[in-house]
């Protein structure tokens, strides 16, 4: 769910995921996911972000839980629309050695309808 006002987008993603079938050999899965998400029009097709993208894992009763802040920008290249995102990850909860920070980036090709 989302809600979009101005120039602010403000939501949240969530999922249950569990194992129903499949080789019994293989351990259980049983995992929430839940991404509150913030992100402000900077104009001029830019964008910046921040999101959670926590995760549970019920059966290790261990959490993971990331803050990400984002930059985006949409621009063409030649006759195509795309996405540019570029983004930093502190790692608020993690397992025991797990990581503290990380770095993302993404190309998004965008295919607007006519």
């Known amino acids: 769910?989302?809600?979009?006002q101005d120039k602010w987008t403000v939501g949240m993603?969530?999922?249950?995921t569990?194992?129903?079938?499949?080789?019994s050999s293989r351990s259980d899965i049983s995992e929430l996911f839940l991404q509150p998400f913030v992100s402000y029009s900077l104009g001029e097709?830019?964008?910046?972000?921040?999101?959670?993208?926590?995760s549970y894992d019920w059966n290790?009763?261990?959490?993971?839980?990331?803050i990400n802040f984002t930059y985006s920008k949409v621009f063409t290249a030649g006759t195509q629309p795309?996405?540019?995102?570029?983004g930093v990850r502190k790692y608020l909860v993690t397992a025991d050695g797990g990581p503290d920070w990380g770095l993302r980036g993404g190309l998004t090709f965008l295919f607007p309808e006519k």
Do not use: C, H, K, Y
């Open 18 to 23: 569990w194992s129903v079938a499949g080789d």
């Open 82 to 86: 795309m996405s540019f995102s570029i």
């Open 13 to 16: 993603l969530a999922s249950q």
């Open 45 to 54: 097709g830019q964008t910046l972000g921040a999101n959670l993208e926590a």
């Open 1 to 4: 769910m989302l809600l979009q």
């Open 60 to 66: 290790a009763s261990q959490w993971s839980v990331p």
